[in-house]
């Protein structure tokens, strides 16, 4: 025979066995998930030794974020099996967590490498480098003159449609056939730059590239800086130019202190 005293607890003192709330445990009873072993006459709650097992289990699988109603659900056919298949949706659901923090991860890592890359680089001067791959998540192609408050609009559309969760570089894509003619203003897309891969990709190759400082209404004379290089250098248009916008009203509130990027892929 088991002559096992049986401990008894009120509510408060349960609580403090598990280190949660007293209301924690109201709540609890109140939803009908963990209610206690018994009631006195005065309406005193009191739990029991054996209930330890019980409320462990829900606390872990509260950890583990599974939704109370799942819990519920669970605890009216309790099984090994059942407990498996409740596990294992987490387990999907973690894993799925996990790969969106690598992605912030390592956007936050990109956009941190492209700041310090371009402050450290000399301003308004064209480049020529040999660049890999990289990829853009960008909005649907317009055909459109976009001053800062249409350029605003377009942004404002697009970031509602993607999965923006950590902040990354924006920028506009303009055709190799407007920059050809001098159109600096006409906008084909928006978009932000993207350290996983994407649908929109910047080919592999040879770039020019300048880094414009200061309001974007210079943009126009880095273009033409830009194409000027790429003439005499002999090099002609071999892609769309990718204005990215590194330094910009996120990072400082002085235009002055703006700083673009203008990449162009080019060939002999």
Not at 22 to 42: A, C, E, H, Q, V
Not at 85 to 97: F, G
């Amino acid at each position: 025979m088991n002559n096992r005293k049986r401990n008894t607890f009120r509510t408060n003192e349960f609580a403090a066995v598990f280190g949660i709330k007293k209301d924690t445990l109201l709540y609890y009873d109140r939803i009908g998930l963990f209610s206690p072993s018994f009631r006195t006459s005065n309406g005193y709650r009191y739990y029991t030794d054996e209930q330890t097992e019980i409320l462990s289990a829900i606390l872990s699988l509260r950890s583990l974020n599974v939704p109370i109603q799942m819990i519920q659900e669970y605890f009216t056919g309790r099984s090994p099996e059942n407990f498996i298949n409740l596990i294992d949706m987490e387990r999907i659901k973690a894993d799925e967590e996990i790969r969106r923090l690598e992605n912030i991860k390592r956007n936050i890592s990109g956009t941190e490498a492209l700041i310090r890359e371009t402050l450290l680089s000399e301003k308004d001067k064209v480049f020529y480098l040999d660049m890999d791959e990289s990829f853009i998540i960008e909005s649907r192609y317009y055909d459109v003159i976009a001053d800062d408050s249409t350029w605003n609009l377009l942004y404002k559309e697009f970031i509602t449609e993607i999965d923006a969760d950590t902040i990354m570089t924006m920028g506009s894509r303009l055709s190799a056939e407007d920059v050809s003619d001098g159109i600096f203003n006409r906008i084909k897309s928006v978009y932000t730059t993207s350290y996983r891969k994407s649908r929109s990709m910047l080919e592999k190759g040879l770039y020019a590239v300048i880094y414009v400082k200061g309001p974007y209404s210079r943009l126009d004379d880095g273009y033409r800086t830009l194409i000027d290089s790429i003439k005499e250098n002999g090099y002609r248009l071999s892609s769309d130019a990718f204005e990215d916008y590194v330094i910009s009203g996120r990072e400082t509130d002085d235009p002055e202190e703006y700083i673009t990027r203008i990449r162009i892929r080019v060939e002999r």
